[in-house]
């Protein structure tokens, strides 16, 4: 819920974005180990997010992906453009998401 002029409306994101000033820049991109840590063995690795953790166990060289290769043609500015249009929201302003 918000208040809104006094009154409590139910928060979905056009009500919200529509009476306050709110902007994905004002938040850090960055998390500090108490909202997310990586706990990791020799084979396995905990992820803990805000205190939920999920644990995960390395997979087989034979289940693995290989993933570490050269991508001819790509620049960082060019990874930036194509994940904007992959993850496009309406509430949020597209320089917001390039940055």
């Given at each position: 819920m918000a208040e809104i002029?006094?009154?409590l409306e139910f928060a979905d994101a056009d009500v919200f974005m529509e009476y306050h000033d709110w902007s994905l820049l004002d938040y850090s991109?960055?998390?500090?180990?108490?909202e997310f840590a990586i706990r990791e063995t020799a084979r396995s690795f905990e992820i803990d997010l805000d205190g939920k953790r999920i644990t995960y166990q390395?997979?087989?060289?034979?289940?693995q992906l290989v993933l570490d290769t050269a991508v001819e043609g790509w620049t960082a500015?060019?990874?930036?453009?194509?994940l904007d249009r992959q993850v496009r929201q309406m509430?949020?302003?597209?320089s917001e998401l390039l940055k």
């Open positions: 002029q006094g009154i991109s960055k998390l500090d180990e108490q390395f997979a087989s060289e034979e289940e500015e060019a990874l930036v453009l194509w509430d949020i302003h597209q």
